[in-house]
């Protein structure tokens, strides 16, 4: 089955606990993004990549880092936390834009206390 | 300040009438416009898309209309079901394809 995958689904962390939440797919797509998602303001483009190797910010890259180090791995990398990253965390991946439909993943609730 | 604007936070429709659900942006250099659906506890799925060449764009009982002069897009769901009931995001990326900007959504609630 096609599918992006996340871990964890849930996590309760504090302020400046380094974390790493996961994503992979399955389905040899190229590009991939991370996103967050806050009341009112809808996804926001964390960062994403073309390929393997090559990363680029998105809208709101602050205090997030990312590697892609694999095709089918985009991790996302919280190195200080704060509770302003309080959110819910959605991987995608596609195939190599322009002109495709995106695959999210299910999502990961992250709180910082 | 938002790219993209989604200005009705919900709408409610009877089942079998017609959802409209509209979209507004400010950068003219968008070239591909997307809508996702979103369900509870899931990721946004893919729904139907629109490239900036056309100004229609069908898919059974959804189409979606692109008003490039007026930065302006809408999704017509007809007709309207209640497993339609979800969370609707607008988005839009330039030609390049490669940055996404999505909309704050609009929660559709279909009534039996």
């Known amino acids: 089955e096609a599918q992006v995958t996340q871990n964890p689904r849930y996590l309760i962390t504090v302020t400046g606990k380094k974390l790493t939440v996961t994503c992979s797919q399955n389905m040899n797509h190229e590009y991939m993004s991370w996103y967050r998602q806050d009341p009112g303001l809808g996804l926001r483009q964390i960062y994403y990549?073309?390929?393997?190797?090559?990363?680029d910010k998105g809208d709101v890259p602050e205090g997030y880092k990312v590697s892609r180090k694999e095709k089918r791995n985009f991790p996302l990398i919280l190195e200080s936390p704060s509770p302003n990253q309080t959110s819910l965390y959605f991987c995608?991946?596609?195939?190599?834009?322009?002109?495709?439909?995106?695959?999210f993943g299910p999502g990961t609730r992250l709180t910082v206390t | 300040d938002q790219q993209v604007k989604q200005n009705s936070p919900s709408l409610s429709v009877q089942e079998g009438r017609i959802s409209i659900l509209n979209c507004d942006y400010t950068n003219s250099m968008f070239d591909y416009f997307l809508w996702y659906k979103k369900y509870p506890a899931e990721g946004p799925t893919f729904l139907i898309s629109i490239s900036s060449i056309k100004d229609k764009n069908e898919d059974g009982r959804f189409t979606v209309f692109l008003n490039k002069s007026a930065k302006h897009l809408s999704l017509h769901i007809v007709p309207s079901q209640p497993g339609d009931s979800a969370v609707y995001f607008c988005a839009a990326s330039e030609i390049n394809g490669q940055n996404f900007v999505f909309g704050p959504g609009t929660r559709l609630s279909v009534l039996p």
């Open positions: 995608a991946s596609m195939r190599s834009p322009p002109g495709y439909e995106q695959y």
């Open positions: 990549s073309m390929n393997v190797e090559v990363t």
